[in-house]
């Protein structure tokens, strides 16, 4: 399971040195000169440019593309940070787009890393990275990491961040950082990563429950509770909206993991499941479904954004932002065709356009 899926791994729900343009002066009084760039996320281990993703990048004026080069995760055996599932280019990288490299770093990483082990992880990070882009030809000015940091990890990742922060200084590059709603409403608290610039995650904001009323991808009631907290973060932001699905398994009211890209039909298709509800399926007997075991009597309860849930969620992450602080880049969550023949061309540039 990718990092963005995971228990966050809250979960997907920070810090993201972003490279991005510095959108337009915003003087006193007058409206925004120039509109966000636009962007996807790609969150695969395999890229391969399928027509229907070039074509979509192209016709929606896609300006960036942020890419997951891999994930660190902490190894216990090893009692080391380590890099796993790495991004593998099946096909040439886009040349007309700016290309984000991303690695995401669990928390664990900086909950058990030794303080004397910090920099060399940002030595190793920034090597790896720099022979995966050397490896495709790219040049790229911004990198960003993914981390969604605590009170106990807060002080090394930060250390990490600035570490990397200066070493791509000297090669007039940036850092980002991803940044959770918490962390935008707690600032005080959570602290202000050491980074060029911040990619807000607008999705994302309440801990994975099993049949919980309300969407832990997107609800406006949780985004409403956050969005005003914006506008006062320190740091310069860019923001990123969902644009995937998920499901929810869980045995007894326990959660006991996600599974990516199961629609309503992938379940309502499948004889072991009844319908119990709307996106709420259990199953009725034993069997193996998409590579997962299930029992009698669990659940499974479909979250999956629409346009028109994201574009809600775009224009409160614009009001949220106010007239002044304007985002940098506007992106999506994430580009892959499955997503694609949900959001059509004309719903995603409807979306973009709401800033």
């Known amino acids: 399971m990718n990092s963005r899926f995971g228990w966050r791994r809250t979960l997907i729900s920070g810090a ?16 925004r000169s120039t509109p966000p760039a636009r962007a ?3 969150w695969r281990t395999q890229w391969v440019a399928s027509p229907e993703i070039l074509a979509n990048l192209k016709s929606g004026g896609i300006d960036h593309l942020y890419m997951r080069f891999f994930d ?9 940070a380590v890099p796993v599932s790495p991004l593998h280019f099946q096909s040439p990288l886009p040349e007309d787009l700016e290309i984000v490299p991303v690695v995401y770093l669990t928390n664990a990483v900086f909950l ?15 090597r790896k990275v720099s022979t995966m882009a050397g490896g495709q030809h790219l040049t790229f000015r911004e990198l960003q990491i993914d981390c969604d940091w605590s009170d106990s990890s807060r002080d090394k990742y930060f250390h990490f961040a600035e570490l ?3 070493k791509l200084h000297e090669e007039h590059k940036i850092v980002s950082a991803t940044i959770r709603l918490h962390q935008i409403k707690y600032a005080e608290r959570t602290g202000i990563p050491p980074v060029a610039r911040g990619m807000l995650m607008f999705y994302n904001f309440r801990q994975i429950q099993a ?34 699905s998920w499901s929810i398994h869980s045995r007894g009211g326990r959660v006991l993991g996600l599974m990516e890209e199961t629609s309503t039909d992938d379940a309502a298709a499948f004889e072991g499941f009844q319908k119990d509800s709307p996106g709420r399926f259990s199953a009725v007997r034993s069997f193996f479904f998409h590579g997962r075991y299930f029992m ?17 969620a775009a224009l409160l992450a614009k ?9 940098g880049t506007v992106a999506l969550f994430d580009l892959n065709e499955r997503n694609l023949k949900t959001y059509t061309t004309a719903e995603i540039g409807g979306i973009l356009d709401a800033f």
């Not at 030794?114 to 992880?121: F, G, K, S």
């Open 112 to 126: 058990n890393i030794r303080a004397e082990d910090v920099a060399p992880l940002a030595d190793n990070v920034w």
């Open 40 to 42: 996807f996320y790609f």
């Open 211 to 244: 049949d919980s009323a309300l969407s832990s991808i997107f609800n406006a009631e949780d985004a409403g509770r956050y969005a005003a907290f914006i506008s006062s973060y320190p740091l310069q932001l860019d923001v990123v909206l969902p644009m995937f």
């Open 16 to 31: 993201i040195i972003a490279v991005t343009v510095v959108a337009g002066a915003f003087l006193a009084g007058s409206f």
């Open 164 to 166: 990397l922060n200066r």
């Open 296 to 312: 009698a009597g669990d659940r499974l309860a479909v979250e999956q954004t629409t346009p028109e849930l994201t574009h809600k």
């Open 319 to 327: 009001r949220g932002a106010g007239r002044g602080k304007p985002y």
């Open 72 to 80: 660190v995760e902490w190894n216990p055996a090893e009692a080391a």
